[in-house]
């Protein structure tokens, strides 16, 4: 047990940033080993729970490969990718839609529940929340995947206001009503513009942004959105990491002051982001 | 096209109707042919859309055995029907819960908002919506088979408030945050009753209930509860109409002034219901 | 008793005219022989009870020349007319609002109430509802004609958002205290403009505005408001029509999107001109 | 001009009496040479703007039996009375109307206006404010005379919310739609009741009751509802001052703390009665 | 006893300013005299107390030297001034403070309660109403003097939307959070500018503003801010108008219509400056 | 610095306490070495500002003794005590008023402010918020020493909803207006109970209440109302810590689930008591 002259500190040390996002609404992107690893999943929902009950207005926006492979399996259906995007014909994108919204969307919104912060969970069908058309390829025809246009900023502030946490899987309406995949990591960087996020979080299973993605030692503190650009341009990141990049621009561009990509292997990571004096994983901000 | 004169006359019947229900809850079950024929389908759709524009705050529920069984198929697993409820060990409530949440619910969520009408769509697990316990069942264990034990009503006044149509798939959450697949006649009836609706409406495949349910020309125009313990009691209804008979009687004993059991297969059943002077199917009411 | 297929098909096709006019504000100018045969009275009053219940925001603007001419003679009075304008005396005037705003007004109040409107009737007095000044005419002192300055649109306003349905009649005070006699078409004209109508419907006792008013083959469809401008300029509209014609301009220069000219005698024009894809009479838009 | 000395005495002196009566609802049964005689009309207009300006909330009821007879006359109609009251077929009925909601009424709420006041005329049809139903007689069938049913606060207390002063003429709204003569007397003391009203005033053409009408030194100035059922009883009471007992009664019973009989003659009576110290006319209050 | 016919001339006289000043602001400077004698105290009192009581939103304003004083004198310390102000080391800052805010303010708040006004007294370190800065003098450091830098306008309007009556000492916080003596008068004229009063008076020890202050037939009844600069400028006004003149030309330039100086010294003449047609003392509007 | 994981910990146990006292009202009884220490001063408000920041609404009271008999001594007053309370003659009670309403309060307003907390210094007399009457004493006249009567829970609740923490010290208006000093521990029981608070927590200079006070290994950690009713009665507790247990049993009769008594000494011991799952200092709680 802890000194009680620790736990103290701590909340005292967190005080300037309770003042600071008292109110606001932080963005935060689900995904990664956080998404797998039982305990790592239970703190995620602790820290989303903690922001809510201290007047913070989480969202939760998250994909889920891993699942969508498995189900896929189990259908005895092949995943197929091209330039790092899944080809989603009809068949798949039913897996898609049902993995990732009647599943493991339903599961983040249960795991909320239990730590008491009210969760709805939601596709971006509902309320027509996510509207996407279909995404043109330099790689062809990648079926029903699709780039966002707008968000419905409206339904999710009235959620918000209501005391309500929004959790939001990667799912988007076509103006067709066809059913769009969508990259997750973007469609939190759109939602953080649209709703005036005060920061978008990406959790990931790097420590952050390195300069040079094969030297662990070259990991980036702060970075600007230029800086994202010419990264992005040059092919210094790591390609995982380019809808991440592309996620912070967005945000940022949309006037959102900061964006983040921290390390969701590390426990409480959007705590320790958040609410210490320690800067961890990297920054992104306005040029 | 209809003579000028037909529409006024059809209008002004209406009218004391619109009068009636304005800003009132009705609560549909959707299921049955309604749910699988396209014509069907989207005509229910301009219904509700039309209860909505019309000032009624219309609450769907539904559940979707037909298409959890062609996935189970796909998966090449064996449904298992005992006593009529489906045994749901946890590999067949995954892809229940799948099948309603993301495949069945969104559908019918993006139908309803390309009738303009506003669509949310939710499982019980969404701000605790659907709160159910494991039923005990004669049959043996019959698994993730749960039963109602309350509703977040407040969820729901809210989003109607709010302007938005809740779609409410038959997923529930239990205690210790397992999924039950409850039936969705029931969940029908008590959610009627925690909202206060001033209907519940289900929709069937047949005429409604009939008095011999081997002999369609029984068929009964109104009956009390009383009437409905008798005849689930004597087995005189056909087994597919109990649970629908006994979401009538929650629905009723829980203050809903009347539920009808309509018939699904006709076009636009439930406005021929609600607006006009011919009595349609079965209303029960209170003894 | 009409098929229930012939319900459910008038109610659909209704279905995109609710949904476009709800919350919507539509001004009815209400006379002729509307206002004289009983069935006729009686089913414009179904049709604003109808407006009501669906959303829309009726609001009901009337004369009452016939009533008028009546009482005159009663109390042997001789009318006189000059240019189509009551020369209006002391003692005309105070006939006129005493059978404008207490019997006319107060006779449509009662009919509305019925149909469960919540009709509230009202003179430009009240409120300070309609502020005219003296009308200058070429044809020699009019007495109290006025001519429509402003409208209090603030308190039509918010009976509209508490639930009431305004009913107005065509008196109107001056800046002095004295009583107006104005013209009902002009004042529906302006309170359309005043309160952003999203309609202006004329009820009047022919099928709608005639290219050559003798010949009733030429019944015009749709026209601009620089159409409606020529024909006042030379003559072309039967002189009943050009205080019906100003208004439609009145209302469409100051935003209300279309305004019509209907056939009163029809019975339940109004609802077939809403709610149907007929159109009905000669809708007038911006050139 | 007055010393300033003397204001301030007076406006402190009224302190209390703004202080008790801030936000409550005073109505005002308006009558006798106070609507004759221009200067008094003057005053009781400015009396009821400067309670609306110190936040009392006036409602002003009124009837109008001289311009009633003298519009018969105008029309070579023999006013006919039966035990005081009215016999009013259906052409005296449409009079009646006509004069009170048509002329009367309409030349109220206009002094009221040029007050300041934001005065809605009304009668007993708008909003169904005043259902009555058909007096029975002893002498005889009167036609439509009616007695107050029930009255609508709602609107009324929605209309003072929204900073209006109703302005309402007796007459009353049948079940059956029909118009109704009632005693103004009585649609004060029912109105004060159903809007639970701090005080009831009645303006007369005399200084109060007197214990014995033919003795102007048999002032009463304080007496209980008791008392006034004795006067009544007994036939101690003039004629013309019952129905006002009674509406005091009917107020007093309804909750309304105070009633008072006061005399409209006098310059600023009203004011006087509430903002000084000096009591006049007469009180009645609960046994 | 006054005649009633007196009390309606003077209510009815006040009627126009009633209107007038309804729900609108009127800031208070109370000092002198009416500060210290008994008698005036308690009128002061009334006066507020009745212009809370007819809808207008009173802000008192006060200093206190002649307190702050006797409370020195008893603890063996020497007020000492230098060109009119208190030169105010941390001592005498302690004593001020003490002073105005623990004695004058709660005095002054008991007394308003007491006439029903329910009063909250305020320092300028209440949240942060009044932030001052040390002022610069010719005269050399006066320690603890400050100047208003600005006024939290949404505090003081959100206790006057709750129906309550500020009452503030002329203490301010400065940025360091030291306490800081500012000038009453300067106050009251900075909050008058920052709420949007519709008048600031200043209660003084003298009739008004002298053209020639050693001339008492000289009063000054109108004058313009660009008059009461070049009165400031040439020495024209007295020492002690100075500040009095300065808050004046601070509220009008800030948007205040009206500024006056009247003398506290005769009884009520708040009310009489307010709703009198009586002008009394000094009134500067905008040039 | 400490780990990140520390943060964490620390964050992460709060998480039932935060969810616990969302919203909720914490009544603190500021007092001894906290108010004396700079840094325990600081830490103090801090604290305070943390709850306001989680949602929690604070409430913090105050007396002030040590201040009040060093403002006695520099006016060469000499404090008197009886039965541990202070004779308060009317030259006293002006000192005690004084200093804790215009210095000790507005040093805490101050310092909570810095920390953003928004603080609104007052004293019993602003808004009638502390009503008193003279305390009977068995020692004699007492002077101005009052208890309380009734709390203005209204006006508290208003500012916490609006955003501030109201500072309250121990001064209490009588029926009379007179000023009272009450006892600080007695106002912070009846506030706790009035506005139904989720804890009253009071600081000491001791770590608890001892069972032997003279033996500090006899630390109470929890104890009901009526343990703490025997130990009064009894004459078990040190007379210092009576008037802080009879405190507790006001608060908790009235409702408040929890009373604490910490040790105010210890660095940020209300964030230990509300936060972690140590307990520490001594609980009341009900029979």
């Known amino acids: 047990m802890l000194e009680p002259a620790i736990h103290a500190e701590v909340l005292i040390e967190a005080l300037p940033y309770l003042r600071q996002f008292y109110g606001k609404t932080i963005v935060v992107k689900?995904?990664?080993?956080?998404?797998?690893?039982?305990?790592?999943?239970?703190?995620?929902?602790?820290?989303?729970?903690l922001l809510h009950y201290v007047g913070i207005r989480p969202i939760l926006v998250h994909g889920g490969g891993p699942e969508i492979n498995a189900m896929m399996e189990k259908m005895n259906l092949q995943p197929n990718f091209v330039g790092g995007l899944r080809v989603t014909d009809a068949a798949t994108m039913e897996i898609v839609e049902m993995v990732l919204a009647g599943k493991t969307n339903k599961a983040i919104v249960t795991l909320l529940n239990q730590q008491g912060a009210k969760a709805v969970g939601l596709s971006g069908k509902d309320a027509n929340l996510i509207l996407a058309c279909k995404m043109e390829s330099p790689h062809g025809?990648?079926?029903?995947?699709?780039?966002?246009?707008?968000?419905?900023?409206?339904?999710l502030n009235m959620l918000a206001e209501q005391g309500y946490v929004?959790?939001?899987?990667?799912?988007?309406?076509?103006?067709d009503g066809a059913s769009y995949n969508v990259n997750a990591d973007h469609v939190a960087g759109h939602i953080a513009s649209a709703v005036g996020a005060a920061k978008l979080v990406i959790l990931t299973d790097v420590e952050g942004l390195y300069r040079d993605y094969k030297d662990k030692s070259t990991l980036i503190n702060e970075m600007t959105t230029q800086d994202a650009d010419v990264m992005i341009a040059t092919g210094a990141a790591d390609r995982g990491m380019i809808p991440k990049l592309e996620a912070c621009i967005t945000a940022i561009e949309g006037g959102v002051p900061r964006a983040h990509l921290i390390d969701g292997r590390q426990a409480h990571s959007l705590l320790i982001e958040i609410f210490t004096n320690t800067g961890i994983g990297t920054m992104v901000r306005s040029s």
Chains 1, 2, 3, 4, 5, 6 share one sequence.
């Open 141 to 155: 025809d990648l079926g029903f995947v699709g780039e966002v246009i707008t968000i419905n900023a409206d339904f």
């Open 166 to 175: 929004p959790v939001i899987c990667s799912v988007a309406i076509g103006p």
């Open 30 to 49: 689900y995904g990664g080993n956080a998404m797998v690893d039982e305990t790592l999943k239970m703190q995620v929902m602790q820290d989303i729970a």
